[in-house]
C-alpha cells in the first residue's frame, strides 16, 4: 500500500471509446503527477499538477485530458486513443515539486487501445 | 544526449554476490538522486535517495554519489532471488521548474 491508489488496474478500449483513469492520494501531498511507461522505455512524465494548477504538460496529444479537482484526487480522460498509447499508466504524488521531493507511485492502471 | 542513462543489462549475480548499477546524468545542476525497484508488473517504489556527494547506505543498499562526475551508483550486498527486479534511476532536473528524469532501467537477476 504506497498511499496513492488507482483505478481501474486494467482497462481495455477500443479506439473511439472514452473512459478515465482515476487516482486518489493520502498522503496529504500537493503535487500529482501523470507517468507513462511503454515497454523497453524510460517513464515519460505527462503531466503535473501543484496544488490542483496544472504546471506541466509534456507536448502531450490531447487525446489525454487531464483533470486535478483537489490535491488529492487526479483523473486521466481518455478519447480517440491509438494502439501506440497502450501502455502502464502510473499516478503518483509528492509532497512538493521542489529540489528534494520525493515522488510516490501508484499500483498504476495498465491500459490496452484495440 | 540522454538525460539519465544507465548501465545496459541485464544484470546477472549469484546468490550472495555484491549487485553494482551505475547511472550517469547530463544535469551538472542535479541536486536530489533517487533509486526505484520496479517488479515485473508492478509500479516503482522508491529504495534510496542521495543528496550529498559520499556513499549512502541503509541495510544491504548502499548509494554512492559523485557530482563531479556526473554519476550516481547503487551497490546490493549480499544479493537474494528477491531483489531480481528493474532497478531505475532517477534524477531531479531543473528546466524552469524540477522535474524528476528517469534512466531506461537495469534489470537484475539473482541465480539461486
Known amino acids: 500500500e504506497t498511499g496513492v491508489t488507482q483505478t481501474p488496474r486494467h482497462l481495455v478500449m477500443g479506439m473511439t471509446n472514452k473512459k478515465s483513469l482515476k487516482c486518489e492520494q493520502h498522503l496529504g501531498h500537493n503535487a500529482m503527477y501523470w507517468y507513462k511507461q511503454s515497454a523497453k522505455k524510460p517513464l515519460e512524465l505527462m503531466f503535473v499538477?501543484?496544488?490542483?494548477?496544472?504546471?506541466e504538460n509534456n507536448s502531450v496529444p490531447s487525446r489525454f485530458s487531464p483533470e486535478c479537482p483537489n490535491s488529492s484526487h487526479l483523473f486521466l480522460h481518455l478519447h480517440t486513443l491509438q494502439p501506440e498509447d497502450s501502455a502502464l499508466y502510473l499516478c503518483a504524488s509528492s509532497q512538493g515539486t521542489g529540489a528534494g521531493n520525493t515522488i510516490y507511485f501508484g499500483e498504476g492502471s495498465w491500459l490496452t487501445v484495440v | 544526449q540522454k538525460e539519465v542513462e544507465q548501465n545496459s543489462g541485464p544484470l546477472s549475480v549469484p546468490e550472495g554476490a555484491i549487485a553494482s548499477l551505475n547511472c550517469t546524468y547530463s544535469?551538472?545542476?542535479?541536486?536530489?538522486f533517487f533509486w526505484y525497484r520496479q517488479y515485473s508488473g508492478k509500479s516503482p517504489e522508491l529504495i534510496m535517495s542521495i543528496y550529498s556527494n559520499g556513499d549512502k547506505e541503509d541495510g544491504r543498499f548502499t548509494a554512492q554519489l559523485n557530482k563531479a562526475s556526473q554519476y550516481v551508483s547503487l551497490l546490493i550486498r549480499d544479493s537474494q532471488p528477491s531483489d531480481s527486479a528493474t532497478y531505475l534511476c532517477a534524477v531531479n532536473m531543473f528546466n524552469g521548474d524540477y522535474k524528476l528524469s528517469f534512466g531506461a532501467g537495469t534489470t537484475v537477476t539473482v541465480r539461486a
Open positions: 544535469d551538472r545542476g542535479s541536486q536530489s
Open positions: 499538477y501543484n496544488f490542483k494548477e496544472q504546471t
